[in-house]
């Protein structure tokens, strides 16, 4: 055995006891971690769970958005785990160049799959390379470059890990190449193109050395592949924080453990307060101890999986990119604010895990940490977008942050989901927002001034509008047939096919008045029974729950569950998108359990039935709409997919298959639709707050539709086209768009369908005015 074997031998086996035994001590760590955290029961139906997490990982589903990078990561996240046995065989060939794995090591295919994965490893890391430097801060848009998704990302960390990855495939492939020169040599027989198939031929290279000189190649490269290997396990031991690592490890129980078994996204129904691992029951709330956090109001008031969560982060800033709230300059960053909760999380850990006598004897910053509010005034500067962010209780300055994360950035989120849908990790980014909003309302009192008119009108009156419960049935006024109300014309839901839910927008807001109206012209047309509960309907409660007052929300909600159960309703029909996704995904919680449609399902399916048949072509229908006639359409159209229909319920198809059936109508997609559709802007009780920070999301919105070209911006949800009607409106007086119009796709339908009608003159109508501008 040479000197050289001597020492490289007592460095690859002194470095790697290090690592593995600060790798287990940093698990152990993460294990009493995570514990800190509140409980809550992520365990059930394992077997699905289990598939679920196969699914995602072998089949990258949550990464398939960015194509190339989906499949550069896929070859480089297998290639870490089949190419561990080219660490294993290194180790031994420190001692034995020519060593082989036994059984293994000649067997032909799995030479393969080594020098398959091995080459596409580090051609898939050289793309994620040049990817992350094409989408470099340095040369995007925004202040400092905050267009680009990797703003705000830890830099060292991800240039470290690519580092690893290129230098250990690298060395993978030199030492492929070695040994098919040394067995050239030593064992002339063997099939070089059978044992080497895709490394064979660069083994030329070593031509002029002698066999012992590339022995000595490979003692040295061996070497190399190995201390790499362990200063980076060495490394992440040292870095908790170091997500763009540690994610390789712990996605798995993140992904297994998501809120759903079968893989859905945590989207749709939000859940309810828990305390102590149990559901919050609002009957019981005066037994309830007086520390008791409703929400989370520090950090060790998120649950065990919250915990998990942070720590999973990969800092990849898909979420970032597709936030509305980030995108329109305002401080509000889903990656960083998962970032800043992990880092603070861990910053605190070692307070919360020391007994009051050992609090005493911490280092100073750590009890600097402990004492810092969650959220509070940061000093956010948007200049400075990192500064709403602080997450050692500093800034960077080093004065004393008034929190760690700025109260602006809890308040600009719309709840649209996007970063939940975009996350290749599972991070539930919209339950940790509204649970720590939950804190701040009912515990704190501290929330927008504009909420509170939006809470005073919703506990008096029933509605946003602060309107009386009688002029919920306005809209219905000289409508061609009568429309039945429960408990007056009908006695109960089972007298008629649907029970029809108009909402408080579809029956307070002049536009959306225009929906209601053509949606009951359409059932009415297709022999749809349906009734309404008139004025025994009140608001679902949507606002006031996203915007975290639960208490609000469920007094509004158990109301309307028990009008509902009383009058029997089991099938519902909607106009808003946010309606639907309170009754449908969250009524169920307090015993509301209905079969809930929306109405572009419902028309497309009496469409499909042949009950209603689309007819008339643009030129035969009606110009813009009006009061009593909401008809309209034109050949070019555009569709915005409302959030709380599209990601937080998935039903994408159906207003696009309406669409598609209207003749001599062409649909346009704006660039961002679909899953990656931009938001209103109204969700999350943003409807009811200005926008005082940024630029409008309504107008960046509607100037992408307008973009388009097309002659009708078509929406799903009251919200929306209050949202883009306003954006409209703004360009209109810039005298851009004066030929559009907002219009419902239930509006497009009833125009195709009133074949022969002859158009009645527009009728302005001004809109009824919200508590607050819309945002």
């Not at 955290?37 to 995602?56: F, I, K, M, Y």
């Not at 540690?246 to 939000?270: E, S, V, Y």
């Not at 969650?374 to 709403?388: E, N």
Request: with cysteine; aromatic share 10%; charged share 20%.
């Amino acid at each position: 055995m040479s000197p050289l074997q001597i020492v490289l031998i007592a460095l690859c086996f002194t470095i790697p006891l290090v690592g593995w035994a600060l790798l287990f001590r940093q698990v152990a760590r993460f294990w009493t971690y995570f514990r800190l955290g509140q409980p809550v029961q992520r365990s059930d139906d394992p077997r699905a769970r289990s598939l679920t997490l196969v699914r995602e990982f072998l089949g990258h589903t949550r990464m398939s958005r960015l194509p190339i990078v989906s499949i550069a990561h896929w070859f480089t996240a297998l290639s870490f785990f089949l190419l561990f046995a080219t660490l294993v065989n290194a180790f031994f060939q420190l001692i034995w160049a020519d060593f082989r794995l036994p059984v293994i090591g000649h067997f032909p295919p799995f030479e393969w799959l080594v020098e398959l994965f091995a080459w596409a490893g580090w051609l898939g890391i050289i793309a994620l390379i040049v990817i992350r430097q094409r989408n470099h801060p340095r040369s995007a848009a925004g202040e400092q470059g905050r267009r680009s998704r990797f703003f705000g990302s830890t830099w060292w960390q991800a240039y470290y890990v690519e580092f690893t990855i290129l230098a250990v495939t690298t060395c993978i492939i030199t030492l492929r190449t070695l040994e098919a020169a040394l067995v050239k040599l030593t064992e002339p027989e063997t099939s070089i193109g059978l044992h080497f198939p895709l490394t064979g031929w660069l083994s030329g290279i070593w031509s002029g050395l002698s066999e012992d000189a590339i022995r000595n190649w490979i003692y040295v490269i061996a070497a190399i592949k190995i201390l790499v290997s362990f200063a980076w396990m060495i490394t992440i031991a040292l870095q908790p924080t170091m997500g763009v690592a540690w994610h390789r490890f712990l996605a798995f129980p993140n992904i297994w453990f998501k809120r759903f078994a079968d893989g859905r996204t945590a989207l749709g129904a939000l859940q309810p307060i828990h305390v102590q691992g149990k559901e919050l029951d609002f009957e019981e709330i005066e037994e309830l101890d007086e520390d008791a956090a409703l929400g989370v109001g520090k950090v060790e008031d998120f649950t065990w999986k919250g915990l998990l969560d942070f720590s999973t982060c990969t800092e990849c800033g898909r979420c970032q990119s597709q936030c509305p709230a980030w995108n329109t300059d305002k401080p509000l960053s889903p990656k960083l604010l998962i970032m800043t909760l992990r880092d603070h999380a861990n910053a605190k850990a070692p307070y919360l895990l020391a007994t009051e006598d050992e609090r005493g004897a911490l280092d100073e910053a750590v009890t600097k940490v402990a004492q810092t509010s969650l959220i509070g005034a940061t000093g956010y500067d948007p200049a400075r977008p990192l500064t709403a962010y602080n997450p050692f209780g500093s800034t960077a300055d080093g004065a004393d942050a008034g929190a760690v994360i700025d109260e602006d950035v809890l308040w600009s989120c719309t709840t649209c989901g996007a970063c939940v849908e975009q996350c290749p990790v599972d991070i539930e980014h919209v339950d940790h927002i509204v649970d720590m909003r939950r804190y701040q309302n009912l515990i704190e009192s501290a929330f927008p001034s504009e909420l509170g008119g939006l809470f005073k009108n919703l506990e008096n009156k029933g509605n946003p509008w602060g309107m009386g419960a009688r002029a919920r049935l306005d809209w219905a006024k000289d409508l061609p047939f009568p429309v039945k109300i429960l408990g007056q014309d009908v006695e109960s839901a089972d007298d008629v096919d649907y029970l029809f839910w108009v909402g408080c927008a579809g029956a307070y807001e002049d536009r959306a008045k225009k929906t209601t109206r053509a949606v009951a012209e359409l059932l009415d047309a297709a022999g749809v029974s349906f009734a309404i509960l008139g004025d025994g309907e009140t608001c679902t409660g949507d606002s006031a729950r996203r915007a975290g007052n639960e208490f609000l929300y469920q007094m509004l909600a158990q109301q309307n569950v028990e009008v509902l159960n009383e009058v029997g309703a089991t099938k519902i029909v909607v106009t808003c998108a946010h309606c639907f996704n309170t009754i449908k995904n969250e009524y169920p919680q307090l015993g509301g359990t209905y079969e809930v449609v929306h109405h572009t399902q419902l028309l497309n399916r009496l469409v499909r039935e042949k009950r209603l048949v689309p007819v008339a072509r643009p030129s035969e229908a009606p110009g813009m709409s009006s009061a009593k006639n909401p008809a309209s359409t034109a050949p070019t159209v555009t569709y915005h997919d409302p959030c709380y229909l599209g990601r937080h319920n998935h039903v994408y198809a159906p207003p696009r298959e309406l669409i598609g059936s209207l003749p001599g109508v062409e649909l346009t997609e704006m660039p961002r639709s679909g899953e990656t559709s931009f938001c209103c802007g109204a969700g999350g009780a943003r409807m009811w707050m200005e926008e005082k920070l940024g630029t409008r999301v309504n107008m960046n919105r509607t100037e992408e539709a307008l973009a388009t070209g097309a002659q009708r911006i078509a929406i799903g949800c009251p919200f929306c086209r209050v949202m883009i009607s306003d954006g409209l409106t703004a360009k209109q007086a810039e005298g851009v768009g004066e030929e559009v119009e907002v219009v419902d796709v239930a509006q497009m339908l009833l125009a195709a369908v009133k074949r022969g009608q002859e158009p009645e003159p527009v009728e302005e109508t001004a809109p009824e005015p919200a508590p607050a501008p819309a945002g």
